[in-house]
């Protein structure tokens, strides 16, 4: 097992997908820019394992990002969607299986009233900040550095994943305009909240916040961090977004609003909600989310909003989630194990890392003391950071391809499994 692996059919593809798609991705994290090498293209996934086009398998630590909590080809999800398909795929009108979704989101998801859904987490938070706009008649918004919203315009300003991984300071194609109404500051700094509410008197929209940040690595929220914003949030009639893409169904049934028992006014959904499908929703307190169209004026739409074939594999997935509440108790000691296991190899071997986690979501800083922000996370050895992801890489274990995304693990992955990515990280020698 410890040859590197093969991937000549992977490399021809990336030669041949740069020459009709930028970069060769469709999302700039997959081009393994940051990391260098080639990515690896995949044919097939199956539990806890990928299979690329040469046929090498990896063990799997990021689920599609988030979306395959159950695993890969989860029997139940296929056979749905697979009836589903003979069926019909499309109406562009309403079905039962939309009101059965929010029906069963409302059950798992505490202080739930209504919910609208879209196609990916870009549109949830996006159509969430033009709610809060529209529904207290402000423009401005506040976000923290580090944490990633989607792609839309307002969001590109000192954001997490890609951005931070790339290290864009400025997004070409975002208006100064636009820019000017994202105001700032590092997460778990609730003294900045402050300044920026003192500063902006009346002006302030939203707080939209990943209430465990999981795109500068994981960052759990310290000090009573969201209790404060809540509290601040109410004495200035400020709407709380709870950006519940990554968490959301992840570390609880009723995502981080659960787990950690603070409560937003309006939480965005993607990911683990679409069961592996492109959807997205967002939802909340029935007084606000009723200023959207048709019943308000705030427009929102969608042509493939609440597809059948995504809303039941959505369905499915979130039935599995609800009826098996264990699975949240496992995949947490699972993620314990591995960071665990990771770490006293690491450890080992003389490398000094900090790990962060919280429930299945899990990651390392090299060379660092603490990471409780964005400024913290960045200052982290991504030299040491690529060696190790390509020492894994070879061994048949597919890490996030940059040091700014959170493990996700799967509840397909086996005790065997992680007994095996320790003993490949213990070969990852700090040779100075
Ligand atoms: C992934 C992610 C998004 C964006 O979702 P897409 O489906 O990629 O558009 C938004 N917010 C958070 C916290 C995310 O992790």
């Given at each position: 097992m410890k040859v590197k692996y093969s991937i000549r059919t992977s490399e021809i593809l990336f030669e041949r997908a740069q020459e009709s798609i930028p970069g060769g991705?469709?999302?700039?994290?997959?081009?393994?820019k940051s990391v260098g090498g080639t990515p690896v293209f995949f044919e097939r996934a199956e539990g806890a394992y990928l299979y690329d086009v040469d046929g090498n398998r990896y063990i799997d630590l990021i689920a599609s990002w988030g979306p395959m909590i159950l695993g890969h080809s989860h029997p139940t999800v296929v056979e749905a969607v697979a009836r589903q398909v003979s069926v019909a795929t499309s109406f562009g009108a309403p079905t039962r299986l939309e009101i059965e979704m929010a029906e069963l989101m409302k059950e798992m998801v505490?202080?739930?009233e209504m919910v609208r859904m879209v196609n990916s987490g870009t549109e949830a938070c996006m159509s969430a900040l033009r709610l809060a706009r529209g529904y207290t008649g402000k423009n401005k918004f506040i976000k923290f550095n580090g944490?990633?919203?989607?792609?839309?315009d307002s969001f590109l300003v000192k954001a997490g994943s890609g951005v931070a991984t790339f290290d864009i300071q400025n997004v070409p194609g975002v208006t100064g305009g636009t820019a000017q109404d994202t105001l700032t500051a590092p997460y778990n700094d609730i003294e900045a909240v402050k300044r920026l509410i003192d500063q902006n008197p009346g002006d302030i929209a939203a707080i939209i916040v990943e209430p465990v940040a999981g795109n500068m690595g994981c960052v759990p929220p310290q000090n009573d961090f969201l209790k404060k914003l809540r509290t601040l949030c109410d004495l200035y009639g400020i709407i709380l977004i709870f950006?519940?893409?990554?968490t959301g169904f992840r570390l609880a049934p009723g995502g981080a609003q659960q787990r950690l028992g603070i409560q937003a006014d309006l939480v965005t959904f993607g990911k683990v909600i679409g069961g592996g499908l492109p959807v997205g929703a967002f939802g909340g307190k029935r007084d606000i989310m009723k200023a959207i169209a048709p019943l308000g004026n705030v427009y929102q739409a969608g042509t493939l909003s609440g597809n059948p074939l995504a809303m039941t594999a959505g369905y499915a997935t979130l039935s599995i989630l609800n009826q098996h509440s264990e699975i949240y108790s496992e995949l947490d000691h699972k993620t314990e194990l591995l960071e665990k296991k990771l770490s006293e190899a690491l450890s080992a071997n003389g490398w000094t890392f900090v790990a962060n986690r919280l429930g299945s979501m899990l990651s390392f800083h090299f060379?660092?003391?603490?990471?409780?922000n964005f400024e913290q996370a960045s200052k982290a050895n991504l030299n040491t950071f690529k060696k190790f992801f390509h020492h894994m890489l070879s061994r048949g274990v597919y890490l996030p391809p940059s040091a700014f995304e959170s493990y996700f693990l799967s509840n397909a992955l086996s005790n065997a499994d992680i007994e095996y990515i320790a003993d490949m990280a213990y070969e990852f020698k700090n040779i100075g």
């Open positions: 991705v469709n999302s700039p994290v997959r081009a393994f505490p202080g739930l944490c990633y919203h989607g792609h839309a950006d519940e893409v990554m060379d660092v003391d603490q990471v409780t």
